[in-house]
Nanobody, 126 residues
Framework: QVQLIESGGALVQAGGSLRLSCAFS????????MGWFRQAPGKGREFVAAINRNGVSLEHAGSVKGRFTISRDNAKNTVYLQMNSLKPEDTAVYYCAARYFTGSMYFIAPDEYGDWGQGTQVTVSS
């Protein structure tokens, strides 16, 4: 059974940076495509970034492109989200997600993922 544990969320001022981590366990990490999503109060779950199983292919939402970067370390069973130039509108609970897929694709829709972490809170003050 896959377990995902996010960490790194915090309160930060606008313009600051954070790095989120998601530790994966229970299965072979390199067989899973990974994604980051976020959910602000009163809103639906929003795609942030995705990466395929070997880290070669990745995608970022338009709202974060140029500011956020997804990466993974298959030796450490961890996926990261580096967040720079944070804005108040980035405030949300950030979730890590995993999907078993041995091909080369990444996935951007929440319902394409079967495993989720518990989330980590990111709050950006103005």
């Amino acid at each position: 059974q896959v377990q995902l544990i996010e960490s790194g969320g915090a309160l930060v001022q606008a313009g600051g940076s954070l790095r989120l981590s998601c530790a994966f366990s229970g299965r072979t990490f390199s067989s899973y495509a990974m994604g980051w999503f976020r959910q602000a109060p009163g809103k639906g779950r929003e795609f942030v970034a995705a990466i395929n199983r070997n880290g070669v292919s990745l995608e970022h939402a338009g709202s974060v492109k140029g500011r956020f970067t997804i990466s993974r370390d298959n030796a450490k069973n961890t996926v990261y989200l580096q967040m720079n130039s944070l804005k108040p509108e980035d405030t949300a609970v950030y979730y890590c997600a995993a999907r078993y897929f041995t091909g080369s694709m990444y996935f951007i829709a929440p319902d394409e993922y079967g495993d989720w972490g518990q989330g980590t809170q990111v709050t950006v003050s103005s």
